[in-house]
């Protein structure tokens, strides 16, 4: 009976250092996943504010053609990247956040939290920081039909998910009713 308790204090002290273990990969865990909801939410502000900038007034035919191609994009739209960041326990860090080169109008933003993992039995992880990336687009949600003639009034048209509508240049639609924004694997 007395040669089994040094194998229970053993077995208990190696359960309890286990525990405090999985404890730590859980917080690690739970601070990389914080990270990446402050990347998305940075990715999406910075792409709904890009799409949210563009002027529609300005375009004429080829413009709306070009638009809905994917062949024009709207503008920078990283300086809502940062605020959504902060608000969700980041900042935009690494590569920051970018414009899309490769022909989509989207932005690929970079975050690093702003708190640390912290004190676990694990050493190394007091001063470490989940970094993460998320890319967003904006893509339309319609197509556009140019006006059979040039003289015409308007445009064109467009077909919205099923919806016609006639463009008109006097009352054009918001932007957030032409292109939606949504979150991308890259």
């Known amino acids: 009976m007395g040669q089994a308790s040094p194998l229970y204090v053993f077995m208990v002290a190696s359960l309890l250092f286990l525990a405090l273990a999985f404890f730590a990969v859980g917080q690690a865990g739970a601070t990389r996943n914080g990270a990446q909801s402050a990347?998305?939410?940075?990715?999406?502000?910075?792409?709904?504010?890009?799409?949210d900038r563009f002027?529609?007034?300005d375009l004429d035919l080829a413009g709306w053609e070009d638009l809905f191609d994917g062949d024009l994009m709207g503008e920078d739209g990283c300086t809502a990247s940062g605020h959504y960041a902060a608000r969700n326990g980041a900042a935009v860090a690494g590569e920051g956040c970018v414009m899309l080169g490769d022909g989509r109008w989207g932005f690929r933003v970079t975050v690093r939290s702003t708190k640390p993992v912290g004190d676990t039995v694990l050493p190394g992880t007091e001063d470490?920081?989940?970094?993460a990336t998320a890319t967003?687009?904006?893509v339309p949600r319609c197509t556009f039909e140019p006006a059979d003639d040039k003289d015409a009034p308007s445009p064109g048209s467009l077909d919205c998910e099923g919806t016609d509508l006639d463009l008109d240049p006097d009352d054009l639609p918001d932007m957030s009713d032409l292109f939606k924004v949504r979150l991308t694997e890259d």
């Open 136 to 138: 967003a687009v904006v």
């Open 55 to 57: 002027l529609l007034d």
């Open 39 to 51: 990347a998305d939410a940075a990715a999406l502000a910075a792409a709904k504010e890009s799409r």
């Open 128 to 131: 470490r920081h989940a970094v």
